[in-house]
């Protein structure tokens, strides 16, 4: 008799074969293995760095951080500043309607606001003017360290430095009762007109007459190159306060030096 074989078996046997063949590692790809390496020069920029009279580098840090947090005062007071200008001309719209609309009495009451607003916004000037100031200061400190790192030993006073704790002149009963460190200048002829008195001192500019001599003065230092903050006061107002107010400026921004050359540049001397 013919055997009948079972198929089935017969395909599990190939499959056996099959799977017990013995397999060859794939090779690998040998720019997979490989790790590229990359070199990265980085440039020393000590040499650039500004360095002091010993050669050793200046680390300005504290002087960008300063620079940086100025900044952010400035840019916090002009949005006070701004809001006080607006509310200024808000109060003058109310002004004009209650003096040619309404008629009422509440106009006394509209001008001290206005008078409050002007009071609040001329501080707020002033504190942006003095923080730009030592702002510009700190930038030419870094542009020039070497400079304004070594403090003057004739006496003089250290521009950067703050003079807060010294003592205020009080009762005075004329701007020649400044402190020695004031010029005071009588009469200065400007283009626009004579302004009453100019005060020149290391902390800066006095004007005592109209705000309009503020584009003169700033066109003479701009003539003589020299930065300097400048203050516009009432001419009007009682001499004793006059003088407390000047004083209250106590930020050194100008060498004696400095103050000289403005002196006579207003004299017509340079």
Known sequence: ????????????????????????PIPADDDSEKTEVIEVT??????????????????????????????????????????TMWAIVASIVVYLLVLFVFKSKGLLIVCIVMIVLAIINTRYS????????ERTKLKKSIESPTSEAAAPTDGSLQVGTDNSS?????????????????????????????????????YGIALIGDPKYRADMESVLQEIQIDSPIFVYNPDEEISKLVEQIQMEKIVELTEAQCMTICQKLLGLK
């Open 1 to 24: 008799m013919n055997e009948i074989k079972n198929p089935s078996s017969h395909s599990d046997a190939v499959n056996e074969e099959e799977t017990s063949l013995p397999t060859e």
């Open 126 to 133: 002033r504190k942006i003017q003095k923080l730009a100031a």
């Open 166 to 202: 010294e003592a205020i002149v009080t009762n005075a009963k004329s701007l020649n009762d400044l402190p020695r460190e004031y010029t005071v200048l009588d009469h200065v002829e400007f283009p626009a007109g004579e302004v009453d008195h100019v005060v020149v001192s290391p």
């Open 42 to 83: 980085v440039p020393d920029n000590s040499a650039d760095a500004p360095k002091d009279e010993n050669g050793q580098t200046i680390d300005q840090s504290e002087t960008l951080e300063k620079i940086d947090k100025i900044t952010n005062e400035i840019r916090d007071l002009l949005k006070i500043y701004k809001v």
